[in-house]
């Protein structure tokens, strides 16, 4: 099976914009997680979406937000981007009932 | 919430010596433990997990154990070799019916000197 895909790999922006992240899970999969990893705070859990649903979130601010599609494809969205919001964004998915989680190559993030 | 601490935060070791890195969690009711590895400029990678129900278990050169009383998990590297070096990220979940996200470690840092 093709492993989970991102786009795009790399992305700036200027304060004050917004930006899409997009993840393709592994066929089968409906489960998706969404991470911020920065250098400082390690991995963060964003939010996890199952079915179309989202069953967890973390503790970041509304201006983070997604969803997911009825393919199990999610996106996540950032709205009037911070320099602090610069990272690594990577998403994993799951298959149902299970706990491995597998990672996408993540989205670089950098904001001006 | 959980809250997992990871030590030591950079290790070096000698090719063919060991590396144990250590974690400690918080929440008694987390159940599930994966460790991951990220090799610069690529994706975790899960390597091995231990669930609460075992405390240790091998694959090749790499162990986990885990003491589910003291609420700490460790990672064993034997016969390190320059491909293990990375950075090593231990995380803890509650898995009743994949509701608990993961909360990970800050990551250690494991540099394998030839």
């Known amino acids: 099976k093709a492993g989970v895909t991102q786009t795009p790999r790399y992305l700036i922006k200027t304060r004050g914009q917004q930006v899409t992240l997009s993840c393709s899970p592994i066929?089968?999969?409906?489960?998706v997680s969404w991470y911020q990893q920065t250098p400082g705070q390690g991995l963060q859990f964003l939010f996890e979406?199952?079915?179309?649903?989202?069953?967890n979130k973390g503790n970041f601010p509304g201006r983070f937000s997604g969803r997911q599609f009825s393919n199990s494809r999610s996106e996540m969205n950032v709205s009037t981007l911070e320099l602090g919001d610069s990272a690594l964004y990577l998403c994993?998915?799951?298959?149902?009932?299970?706990?491995?989680?597998?990672f996408g190559p993540g989205t670089r993030l950098t904001v001006l | 919430g959980e809250n997992v601490e990871q030590h030591p935060s950079t290790l070096s070791v000698q090719e063919g010596d060991s590396a144990v890195i250590k974690c400690t969690y918080s929440d008694s009711a987390s159940n599930y433990f994966p460790w991951y590895k990220q090799e610069l400029g690529k994706r975790p990678q899960l390597i091995i997990d231990?669930?609460?129900?075992?405390g240790e278990k091998k694959d090749q050169r790499i162990a986990v154990t885990l003491n589910k009383t003291a609420k700490h998990f460790s990672l064993h590297i034997t016969e390190t070799q320059p491909e293990d070096s990375a950075v090593y990220f231990c995380a803890a979940s509650s898995w009743n019916s994949g509701n608990t996200p993961l909360v990970f470690g800050k990551g250690t840092r494991l540099s394998v000197i030839a």
């Open positions: 231990i669930r609460s129900n075992v």
């Open positions: 994993a998915s799951r298959e149902p009932h299970m706990e491995t989680q597998y």
């Open positions: 066929s089968g999969h409906r489960s």
């Open positions: 979406y199952f079915s179309e649903t989202q069953r």
